[in-house]
Nanobody, 125 residues
């Protein structure tokens, strides 16, 4: 079993930045991919970004490229999401997830195997 714990969410103003963290623990494993998703009230969960085990490969939702940056050190079990120039429409619960097959290009939530509880990000206008 894998446990994922997100942190770093909060209430910020439009234009501010936040850095989310996701720490994975539990079952010993390697070669997996990690990703971030978000879900706003009344909306479906959507893909934000994903990263490979090595941290060398990344994938972003087109609408977020340039503002959000995903990172992870090689062989480390902690992943980050740097969010800049935040907008009110970025308000959502942000979830981290693990894709055991290492498919960092996976963008569907159904392709991910383990999930964290989420961290709330609220951006005021």
């Amino acid at each position: 079993q894998v446990q994922l714990v997100e942190s770093g969410g909060g209430l910020v103003e439009a234009g501010d930045s936040l850095r989310l963290s996701c720490a994975a623990s539990g079952r010993t494993f390697s070669g997996y991919a990690m990703g971030w998703f978000r879900q706003a009230p009344g909306k479906e969960r959507e893909f934000v970004a994903a990263i490979s085990w090595s941290g060398a490969n990344t994938n972003y939702a087109d609408s977020l490229k340039g503002r959000f940056t995903i990172s992870k050190a090689y062989a480390e079990n902690t992943m980050y999401l740097q969010m800049n120039s935040l907008k009110p429409e970025d308000t959502a619960i942000y979830y981290c997830a693990v894709q055991m097959g290492g498919s960092w290009y996976a963008t569907s939530s159904e392709q991910y195997d383990y999930w964290g509880q989420g961290t709330q990000v609220t951006v005021s206008s």
